[in-house]
C-alpha cells in the first residue's frame, strides 16, 4: 500500500487488468532505437524511468552482465 492507503499499481497493467474480459486492446507500437543499453562495456550507464516500469531496467542490467560490461551502472 502507498502512502494513501490504496494499493499500488501500475498504471497499464492496472488498466488492463480492469478491463481483461471488455474485448481486444488497441495498442500503437513505435520503435525506439535510442531507447538501449550503450555499446562500450565501460560506459557507465545513468538509468531514467521514463514511465515504462522497471522490466526494461533489469533487461538492461542482465545483459550488460551477460555481456560482461563493467561499467557503473
Do not use: E, Y
Not at 555499446?39 to 533489469?58: E, K, N, R
Request: charged content about 20%.
Amino acid at each position: 500500500m502507498n502512502d494513501l492507503g490504496r494499493d499500488r499499481t501500475g498504471v497499464c497493467s492496472a488498466d488492463l487488468a480492469d478491463h481483461a474480459d471488455d474485448g481486444p486492446v488497441q495498442v500503437f507500437v513505435q520503435r525506439s532505437p535510442h531507447f538501449r543499453p550503450p555499446t562500450d562495456p565501460a560506459t557507465p550507464t545513468i538509468m531514467v524511468g521514463p514511465g515504462t516500469g522497471v522490466a526494461p531496467f533489469i533487461g538492461f542490467l542482465k545483459d550488460r552482465q551477460a555481456r560482461g560490461h563493467n561499467g557503473p551502472s
